[in-house]
């Protein structure tokens, strides 16, 4: 059974950075792709980054590029999303997904997700 656990979020300022965590269990992970999405009440789920299951390709929201970094190390298991200059508009759960090979930025084409991790940006 596939298990995917995000960590590392939290209470930052604005410009502060934070790097959330994603570790994924029971199937071999550098069979799937894994996607960054983020919610807040009242909207829909929102993709915001992913990586392809190599790491050789990438893909990010207009809103995150340049300042978000999605990154796996297979051998871990894990996934990441570094974020900088955070803004108080990035403050949402976020979840990673987990789907096969390659990264698609609609969620409901994703088969495994989290639980969400909240980050929150105080102005």
């Known amino acids: 059974q596939v298990q995917l656990v995000e960590s590392g979020g939290g209470l930052v300022q604005s410009g502060d950075s934070l790097r959330l965590s994603c570790a994924f269990s029971?199937?071999?992970?550098?069979?799937?792709?894994v996607g960054w999405f983020r919610q807040v009440p009242g909207k829909e789920r929102e993709f915001v980054a992913g990586?392809?299951?190599?790491?050789?390709?990438?893909n990010y929201a207009d809103s995150v590029k340049g300042r978000f970094t999605v990154s796996r190390d297979n051998g871990k298991n894990t996934a990441y999303l570094q974020m900088s200059s955070l803004k108080p508009e990035d403050t949402a759960v976020y979840y990673c997904?987990?789907?096969?090979?390659?990264?698609?930025?609609?969620?409901?084409?994703?088969?495994?997700w989290g639980q969400g991790t909240q980050v929150t940006v105080s102005s």
């Open positions: 990586i392809n299951w190599s790491g050789g390709g990438t």
């Open positions: 997904a987990a789907r096969p090979m390659v990264v698609q930025t609609t969620p409901t084409l994703y088969d495994y």
């Open positions: 029971g199937r071999p992970f550098s069979r799937y792709a």
